[in-house]
């Protein structure tokens, strides 16, 4: 219920409204120490009415550093590429989804996630915990997984709107505290170890 009402919400938006909200969200998440120092981000090409994210990987990448994005696998897992600008993505239709923008180079496995200093998540919320709620897929959490099994600690940063930032989201068993939220107007920090 609530993803559905999340998503309904970012229906409505304005490509104007995520134009404006995306230049705030990089200027934002900039300012991040955890990014300032990253050598390797793990980040993902917003798609649709998403929080945009391109301006932000650019930044990054003129930066000096290293970004990986997703390539969805068929088991909903996640490999990974390196982003080398707007001109190294291709448009990838995953069955009935929707069409994801994916690094159209050299695959890097999809233990390469390991080696990220930072790890920007997609969502849809998240909550005065640092609990975040994704789309469903459960692709993040076998990243977050993975992470926890090779002993990797990135800091963990989800980019939101403003208005996703709720008291509650629902949560299961294996669902791990993200460190910071990121949204165009402010950065919230959680109490992770």
């Known amino acids: 219920m609530l993803r559905r009402e999340l998503l309904e919400v970012r229906s409505r938006l304005t490509a104007d409204a995520v134009g404006e909200a995306a230049a705030a969200l990089a200027e934002r998440a900039l300012e991040l120490p955890e990014l300032a120092q990253a050598h390797t981000v793990a980040a993902y090409v917003s798609v649709g009415s998403e929080p945009g994210t391109l301006a932000l990987l650019d930044a990054l990448r003129t930066r000096g550093v290293r970004v990986l994005l997703p390539a969805l696998l068929p ?52 909550d005065a915990r640092g609990m975040r709620l994704g789309r469903g897929g459960g692709s993040y959490d076998r990243v977050l ?23 509650h989201v629902p949560e299961e068993a294996h669902d791990r505290p993200v460190h910071a939220v990121v949204t165009p107007s402010a950065v919230r920090r959680f109490g992770t170890d």
């Open 75 to 126: 088991d909903n897992d996640l490999d990974w590429g390196a982003y080398a600008g707007a001109g190294s993505l291709a448009r990838v239709r995953h069955g009935g989804k929707m069409a994801l923008l994916e690094p159209a180079g050299a695959r890097l496995g999809p233990d390469a996630v390991t080696t990220a200093d930072v790890v920007l998540l997609p969502g849809l919320a998240v």
């Open 145 to 167: 997984a993975r992470l926890e099994r090779a002993g990797a600690h990135p800091a963990l940063v989800v980019l939101l709107y403003d208005s996703e930032v709720v008291a």
